[in-house]
């Protein structure tokens, strides 16, 4: 049986080279192959090919195409006496058997170009060289649907031409039921809210954001809906979108969230207490001020940064391990700057027991494994895709990642890190040595230590990545959903959902020498964070434009801790008495693997990994986590009834650690019938123990929202 390419588009049309311009091969003709489908995954784009005809993917290799055209095969895929008897033309129009069938017309304007250039002799002489796209509109907000729009595209060439390439450019609508674009740019807006439209021509790719109202009616935002420059870019999107923003939190809702977001900790009962009795709102300014100064901040996001670190044990070293938490801890406790750290992590050699920042080198087995960590920790970038192949999706070369990965080939990665400058590693294009590269930049040409210009590069303004990997980090933990999400994944046709507040983070972070506290106190104080978790009634709820709250399920680690701290009874993992201060996570995996744990080495973004699942559900239900310290004689609960605590008394308790707030009336009476409805003791107490227990599996309690 034949193997059937995927057709993209059974007739095509192009914009041309202009009369008398010369016909570039990377420019004018691959990018015709890829409007035909030709270089497609499911077809010539695929790792083998089809048919003994292989093509780099979407074009992302125009020498590697040429090659196969014009010199495979003895050079049988050009007929210069005759062009449109070439297998090139042949095969495409369905002159000749094609697995993927017609794809072009024969009498079509790419044809004649593709001819045109065969009869001039085939050459490849990079005329010039595409800079990038110009996509117009940038982007599209609809007042109702269904809506149509024309997408204009102008690619801009490096010699300062700039050519209409509407026709001939490459249209992928991410959700073709709420939008759908056809081959010449023409688009439906079928569904409501906001939709990606990834364009592509040649090597070039981009995207363009298309948004359409949810809501009914335009909303008319309250006073409370604005804080700081936050508001402005949430609330321009909530108008387009016509969703109204929720209503502010209580101070008990704002002191429980800020608390676990901050801290990693529920507030104690004696400060919701003195919220819940206070006559006049808490200074949220003031609490947030406190919070970020506090021992328990820096312990919570040294845990954070470590996660996003991927910090693990060197193969059994735990003294390496040990240093680098130590030396994180310290860092945060200072307020560094996220450059200088970024800096001490590439840079860093010596005593992985003594300098904690050089343990992150021995990481890795090679080169290459280094190089994706440094990308998509440092810069947010997903590099990786570009190891066998350039990156489909992204400007991304095999030159920039066999590039970066020769940057760090000369570490020695034993205990006594140390660039020692040999070694090297293999292109697989090329098959010779890879020269070092700075990703997107220029060849590094001689020089001691490569790792020096990476460095600077990485964190001067020249790298558009390194401050907005950061910022959509931070509110990705704050706001529970990033900006772009997967958060480590940033490139044009992943586009944020607020691209103009990301740019303005990213400014203000820098502008504040990369320092975590000034850009996390900004957030906390928006609007946008203070909003309530629950949507206006009859609004439709929103799990990306922040109208209301996103719901933020614990992590292992802190629900864990906060179990602990409800019940009184705390854990011990090999030694340190909170999970979010272990250090090799292996220790407490045992412990909390079923509630989602990040693992040691593992990439990990909260809006990725979403709700807890069944066996985590099942672990909490009936596993020794919370049914074992239930029935510890030390637990809290066991000190209040040998106390001979009442039972209003012993439900206020709770409800003011575990929730952060007192019972309603509704669910005091009920509570207290329920339980005080028998006489026997014994059967009192079971009852408190299953009350304990609710409290500790329900939504309100594992989630912060």
Known sequence: MRTICFIVCTSLLCAAASPGEEIDFDTDVV?????????????????AGQAGFRLSLFGGDPE??????????????????????SLLLTKPTGQLDHGGGEVMESTSEAAAVIAEWIAAGAARKKLRLLERLIVTPTSFAATSIPAELQIKVTAVFGDGLQRDVTESAIYVSQDDSALVVD??????????????????????????????????????????????????????????????????????????RVSFDLTGRLPSAALVQHVASASAPINRAELID????????????????????????PGTDTLAANAFYRWLHEQVATDASWDSIANSLVLSQGDSHETGAATVHRYFATAREE??????VLMGVRLRCANCHNHPLDRWTQDDYHGLAAVFVGLDRGQVVRFTGHGEITHPRTGEPAIAKIPGQSFMLGGVDPRKSFADWLTSPENPYFAKAMAGRVWQALMGRGLVSPVDDLRATNPPSHPEL?????????????????????????????????????????????????????????????????????????????????VDRTVSASKLEFLGQCLPGEPCSSDERGDRGIASQLHLINGGLINEKIRDSNCRLRSLIVQGASTDEIVNTFYLIAFSRPPSNDELAGWVDRIDSIAAPHERTARLEDFLWALLNCHEFSTNN
């Open 371 to 376: 190089a994706e960590y440094m990308s998509e």
């Open 183 to 256: 081959e010449a740019g023409a688009a439906t807006v079928k569904l409501s809210g906001q939709h990606v439209v990834t364009v592509r021509y040649g090597d070039q790719v981009t995207s363009l954001l298309v948004t359409s109202p949810i809501g009914s009616k335009i909303p008319t935002l309250p006073d409370s809906a604005r804080r700081n420059w936050i508001d402005d870019e949430i609330n321009a999107k909530l108008l387009a979108l016509r969703l109204a923003p929720a209503k502010p939190y209580s101070d008990l809702e704002f002191l429980r």
């Open 31 to 47: 990018p015709l192959l890829s409007k035909a489908g030709c270089n497609a995954a499911s077809c010539h784009g695929s790792a």
């Open 290 to 313: 406190e919070l970020l100064s506090s021992d328990e901040f820096t312990d919570y996001w040294t845990h954070l940064l470590a996660i996003q670190l991927r910090l693990q044990k």
């Open 502 to 582: 990301l740019d303005r983070l990213a400014d203000y972070f820098s502008s504040n020498d990369f320092k975590l506290r000034p850009l996390i106190r900004l957030i906390c104080n928006s609007a946008a964070y203070n909003r309530a978790g629950q949507a206006i009634d009859g609004e439709k709820v929103d799990d990306r434009f922040y109208a209301h709250a996103i719901p933020k399920p614990l992590s292992a680690e802190v629900l864990a801790d906060a179990i602990s701290d409800v019940t009184g009874v705390a854990d011990d993992y090999a030694g340190v008495g909170r999970a979010i201060n272990v």
């Open 64 to 85: 590697f195409d040429y090659r196969s055209i014009v010199n495979e095969l003895e050079g049988r895929r050009v007929d210069y006496v005759t062009p449109r008897r």
